[in-house]
């Protein structure tokens, strides 16, 4: 190997990330497991991307009940919001509310900004090759969990 530490490497950015995460859980009022759901929607929002419970069902790993019942609680908190399908009366999409836009913009303090202006600084290729090497790492720690 070389003078590289890739396992040091890999330990600061679980490091960086986690303190992220508690940033977030600590300014929003939320578990960790809400913060995923809620970092999930924001992402698709972002995106152009509607998120239904079957989407974070997929997602999160979790049933469908489960789901909504986090859906519930996020939705009583003022969280997130179902808003009707356009093309299917009988389904709902999950949204962030107003308010959880904002504070989820503050509590991230400028990450996105800084994220996003080091993105824009790589070329197309480092994009890519970036992300090639982000989904092989996925897919380590994906082969090193245990079967479901």
Request: aromatic share 4%; no cysteine.
């Amino acid at each position: 190997m070389s003078d590289v530490d890739l396992d040091a490497a890999l330990t600061r950015l679980e490091a960086a990330v986690s303190e992220l995460r508690g940033r977030l859980r600590d300014e929003l009022g939320v578990s960790g497991g809400d913060l995923t759901l809620l970092q999930f929607v924001s992402r698709a929002e972002e995106a152009g991307r509607t998120v239904r419970v079957k989407d974070l069902s997929k997602h999160l790993g979790l049933t469908g009940p489960a789901v909504t019942g986090m859906v519930d609680r996020l939705e009583h908190s003022g969280h997130i919001s179902r808003v009707p399908n356009p093309d299917d009366g009988r389904s709902r999409y999950i949204e962030l509310t107003d308010a959880a836009r904002r504070d989820y913009a503050r509590a991230m303090d400028g990450t996105n900004k800084h994220l996003h202006d080091l993105m824009a600084s790589f070329s197309e290729r480092e994009r890519a090759r970036f992300v090639r090497i982000i989904d092989r790492i996925v897919a380590a720690v994906d082969l090193g969990a245990p079967s479901p």
